[in-house]
T-cell receptor, first 113, second 115 residues
């Protein structure tokens, strides 16, 4: 059990650029979650995968955001045409099945110049 | 919809003393879970303790225990014998049993432990 891994740890980009983050869940965890955490706030749910199927998306996930989990293992979160308000910590979590707690990664901190 | 409220933005405690962090929640669901997560500075979110709503007995994990008052929708965390390593942001969260079981978090309480 190597834990949930996220890459990169930090991303600095100019407004309007596209960025992509990767999350590798704990192996054999079929549930994967993305959350966004802004300064001074608790994490907010963005989207949820069970295996490769994206089963729930928050209204926070605008059309500029897209997430995939093509083979039911790692996941990517892409933000197109980044805006200042996208600056946040993006957290990934995974769990093994129903009723099991979520394990979090270290997060990717996005800064928009 | 679920909501979680943490009314204490910051708390402090002396090393070896006891501190209680408050949390209230609201949900229309009958089956749900409540959690306390710890987030040290620049480190990952770690589960501290979990409570199933259908269980009347309060959960305990070593020095950490909860006071779950279902009727009052209150879920406080007690940390006994506080240690320097307990200093962190503490988030209260809830999730509904079944479905995505996504977590809904409060805004957090920053705990400082004074030597």
């Amino acid at each position: 059990d190597t834990g949930v891994s996220q890459d990169p740890r930090h991303k600095i980009t100019k407004r309007g650029q596209n960025v992509t983050f990767r999350c590798d869940p704990i192996s054999e965890h079929n549930r994967l979650y993305w959350y966004r955490q802004t300064l001074g706030q608790g994490p907010e749910f963005l989207t949820y995968f069970q295996n490769e199927a994206q089963l729930e998306k928050s209204r926070l996930l605008s059309d500029r955001f897209s997430a995939e989990r093509p083979k039911g293992s790692f996941s990517t979160l892409e933000i197109q045409r980044t805006e200042q308000g996208d600056s946040a910590m993006y957290l990934c979590a995974s769990s093994s099945r129903d009723n099991q707690p979520q394990h979090f990664g270290d997060g990717t901190r996005l800064s928009i110049l | 919809a679920q909501t979680v409220t943490q009314s204490q933005p910051e708390m402090s405690v002396q090393e070896a003393e006891t501190v209680t962090l408050s949390c209230t929640y609201d949900t229309s669901e009958s089956d749900y879970y409540l959690f306390w997560y710890k987030q040290p500075p620049s480190r990952q979110m770690i589960l501290v303790i979990r409570q199933e709503a259908y269980k009347q007995q309060n959960a305990t994990e070593n020095r950490f225990s909860v006071n779950f008052q279902k009727a009052a929708k209150s879920f406080s965390l007690k940390i006994s014998d506080s240690q320097l390593g307990d200093a962190a942001m503490y988030f209260c969260a809830s999730s509904t049993q079944g479905g995505s079981e996504k977590l809904v978090f409060g805004k957090g309480t920053k705990l400082t432990v004074n030597p």
